[in-house]
């Protein structure tokens, strides 16, 4: 059993940057990031291997940056130009295989929320 937990959530504005960050309590493969809008459902938003391969979702490329810290066990989400339709409840994922759906993540963290408003 795995366990994530997140931190770096808060309240930005528009156009701002937030930094998530996931700490695990084992080495695991694949690690990401997911987000939940409210009333919508968890999307994946990106993802990344113990190797360094790395996924994201169409909404967030070129303004987000995922990276990953083996010795620490610790994925680390990069926001930029962050926009109001970003804000969501941001979950931390891995699993022993590569994440490219929800379904594929066998673990899960408990989420932090990401405000963008004014």
């Known amino acids: 059993q795995v366990q994530l937990v997140e931190s770096g959530g808060g309240l930005v504005q528009p156009g701002g940057s937030l930094r998530l960050s996931c700490a695990a309590s084992?080495?695991?493969?694949?690690m990401g990031w997911f987000r939940q809008p409210p009333g919508k459902q968890r999307e994946l938003v990106a993802t990344?291997?113990?190797?360094?391969?790395?996924n994201y979702g169409d909404s967030v490329k070129g303004r987000f940056a995922i990276s990953r810290d083996n010795a620490k066990n610790t994925v680390y989400l990069q926001m930029n130009s962050l926009k109001p339709e970003d804000t969501a409840v941001y979950y931390c994922?891995?699993?022993?295989?590569?994440?490219?759906?929800?379904?594929?993540?066998?673990?899960w963290g408990r989420g932090t929320q990401v405000t963008v408003s004014l």
């Open positions: 084992g080495s695991i493969y694949s």
């Open positions: 994922g891995a699993s022993r295989y590569w994440i490219n759906a929800r379904v594929t993540v066998e673990y």
């Open positions: 990344i291997t113990s190797g360094g391969r790395s």
